[in-house]
């Protein structure tokens, strides 16, 4: 937006970021992020979804887990995951991909939870945990 006036694109913005991580790898060996990021947005090229690493690798994703037990939810993404789902389908698969991660002792609990649903107008909604909660139970039945 300084340089051209404009939104960036997703994809630019993630490269950038992965250079940033991939230089200090590189130059200063070390790693100061450490962590896996998971950016997503809306552009004038559709939704995007992307994860980058603490080397500075980038991938982009359809659904994407990082941290413990993502293969868990992975799996479950791979399985489930279809084109257009719709809002409501999405964020039951995705509540049941952070309760499929879980620990067998661990209990999922709606209100750990903070979502934001960026949708295609670029507007953000907060979900509240009522909604949640609403979606939880629908996923239930």
Do not use: C
Not at 44 to 61: D, Q
Not at 69 to 75: F, V, Y
Request: zero cysteines.
């Amino acid at each position: 937006r300084m340089y051209y006036e404009e939104s960036i694109q997703i994809e630019t913005l993630v490269k950038e970021v992965s250079n940033v991580k991939q230089v200090f790898t590189q130059y200063g060996g070390m790693r100061p992020f450490g962590v896996s990021l998971i950016i997503g947005g809306v552009d004038n090229t559709g939704k995007r979804l992307f994860e980058t690493e603490p080397s500075g690798a980038l991938a982009e994703y359809h659904a994407i887990a990082v941290g413990k037990n993502r293969n868990k939810a992975m799996e479950l993404f791979e399985k489930d995951w279809k084109e257009n789902l719709s809002k409501e389908a999405a964020v039951k698969l995705l509540l049941k991909a952070l309760e499929h991660g879980l620990d067998e002792k661990e209990k999922f609990d709606v209100n750990k939870l903070q979502f934001t649903i960026v949708d295609e107008a670029r507007e953000f909604k907060q979900v509240t945990q009522e909604e949640l909660k609403g979606y939880m139970n629908n996923s239930k039945q």
